[in-house]
């Protein structure tokens, strides 16, 4: 069920850029293996003016990057965007990424990310251990830095009311953004997706990334804004 109106939206401003009002924002990922490439990158990614630049800190040093080398090549990369708002990405492989680590590794190279001040917004996983993702929001609250929490669900999409459930349950610990993508087994399956962002739409005013993957989802990613 869903209220008879919305709550009002929370929108998260990063060096300007207002996410979850007004037409739906594009972030654009570097996926640089060593710093020199991610500034080759960045110098592209930059020229086309995107919204956001999310940093796939996972792909540094294919997945073994230490907490001192990430906080090194972020710093550099901060130059190269410049005014642009960059999001902190570590994708575990448990989400489809490259870094396969413990919470402990997970936490210490955000905070080696985050003591060096180039994060405007940081992924979380919620679904990694309740006290990892706590005190990640934390640590990110603590430097002024807005929490994307996320979800990526290889095996298929949930029922409706399960992707809601996530969604929820991200703003729940805390999280300014929420995001969830899911694999679609056919057009259906993103039907599904786009109702669960209507719903949760109206039950939050938290900023939603939702998105049905692979080709037969690419309709949710150039209609999601429709839907919340």
Same mark, same amino acid.
């Given at each position: 069920?869903?209220?008879?109106?919305?709550?009002?939206?929370?929108?998260?401003?990063?060096?300007?850029?207002?996410?979850?009002?007004?037409?739906?924002?594009?972030?654009?990922?570097?996926?640089?293996?060593?710093?020199? $490439?991610?500034?080759?990158?960045?110098?592209?990614?930059?020229?086309?003016?995107?919204?956001?630049? $999310?940093?796939?800190?996972?792909?540094?040093?294919?997945?073994?990057?230490?907490?001192?080398?990430?906080?090194?090549?972020?710093?550099?990369?901060?130059?190269?965007?410049?005014?642009?708002?960059?999001?902190?990405?570590?994708?575990?492989? #448990?989400?489809?990424?490259?870094?396969?680590?413990?919470?402990?590794?997970?936490?210490?190279?955000?905070?080696?990310?985050?003591?060096?001040?180039?994060?405007?917004?940081?992924?979380?996983?919620?679904?990694?251990?309740?006290?990892?993702?706590?005190?990640?929001?934390?640590?990110?609250?603590?430097?002024?830095?807005?929490?994307?929490?996320?979800?990526?669900?290889?095996?298929?999409?949930?029922?409706?009311?399960?992707?809601?459930?996530?969604?929820?349950?991200?703003?729940?610990?805390?999280?300014?953004?929420?995001?969830?993508?899911?694999?679609?087994?056919?057009?259906?399956?993103?039907?599904?997706?786009?109702?669960?962002?209507?719903?949760?739409? #109206?039950?939050?005013?938290?900023?939603?990334?939702?998105?049905?993957?692979?080709?037969?989802?690419?309709?949710?990613?150039?209609?999601?804004?429709?839907?919340?």
């Amino acid at each position: 069920m869903t209220s008879s109106a919305a709550p009002a939206p929370t929108p998260v401003t990063v060096r300007g850029t207002v996410i979850g009002t007004g037409r739906p924002k594009v972030i654009v990922p570097l996926t640089g293996g060593t710093a020199e $490439e991610l500034r080759a990158e960045a110098a592209a990614v930059v020229a086309a003016a995107p919204d956001v630049v $999310e940093w796939r800190v996972d792909h540094l040093a294919g997945g073994r990057a230490t907490p001192e080398e990430a906080a090194a090549a972020g710093t550099a990369l901060r130059a190269a965007v410049g005014g642009l708002p960059l999001l902190v990405t570590v994708r575990t492989a #448990q989400e489809g990424g490259l870094a396969d680590v413990t919470d402990e590794v997970y936490v210490a190279v955000y905070r080696a990310v985050l003591a060096t001040g180039v994060a405007d917004l940081l992924d979380v996983e919620v679904m990694r251990d309740p006290g990892t993702v706590r005190t990640l929001v934390d640590l990110a609250h603590a430097a002024g830095v807005a929490v994307v929490a996320s979800n990526h669900d290889f095996d298929g999409t949930p029922p409706r009311d399960e992707i809601v459930r996530r969604l929820l349950l991200m703003a729940e610990r805390g999280a300014d953004v929420l995001k969830i993508a899911v694999m679609p087994r056919d057009p259906g399956d993103v039907l599904t997706l786009l109702a669960a962002t209507w719903e949760t739409a #109206q039950r939050t005013g938290r900023p939603l990334i939702t998105m049905s993957m692979a080709g037969a989802g690419v309709a949710s990613r150039v209609a999601g804004g429709a839907f919340g």
